[in-house]
């Protein structure tokens, strides 16, 4: 089975998820056209740091968030959002106690009714 679209995140090691990201940071590096220097210089680190991180080696998650934001990549952040998730039996209980009718109002009122 020589399938990309699936990888099985959990079985890698820590070292091969950074060289995963290492390359993700690399690839879009070229794909812009930008060397290592420019993108270290506007990142306001160093060259070697930006090749170490290409390298897959240990980095600071600081220089990691600036090489993103350079590169325009900080849409990758988007899968730590934490958003509120209700569960299927709260969804259910709301569900449950939602009107499904309007009811008559009732008056007091002194007056006859036509009846």
Same mark, same amino acid.
């Given at each position: ?18 060289? #995963? ?27 070697? #740091?930006?090749? $170490? ?5 240990? @980095?600071? $998650?600081?220089? $990691?968030?600036?090489?993103?934001? @350079?590169? =325009?990549?900080?849409? @990758? ?28 109002? #009732? #008056?007091?009122?002194?007056? =006859?009714?036509?009846?």
């Amino acid at each position: 089975m020589n399938d990309n679209s699936y990888i099985n995140w959990i079985s890698m090691s820590d070292k091969a998820l950074i060289e #995963t990201i290492g390359a993700f940071i690399q690839h879009h590096r070229l794909n812009q056209n930008k060397s290592q220097s420019e993108v270290a210089k506007a990142a306001d680190i160093s060259r070697s #740091t930006l090749s $170490l991180l290409e390298r897959g080696e240990k @980095v600071s $998650l600081n220089s $990691l968030m600036q090489v993103l934001r @350079v590169l =325009d990549l900080l849409y @990758v952040m988007d899968v730590f959002k934490v958003s509120d998730e209700i569960s299927p039996i709260a969804y259910a209980k709301l569900k449950k106690n939602k009107r499904q009718r309007a009811r008559n109002k #009732t #008056t007091n009122s002194n007056e =006859d009714s036509e009846w």
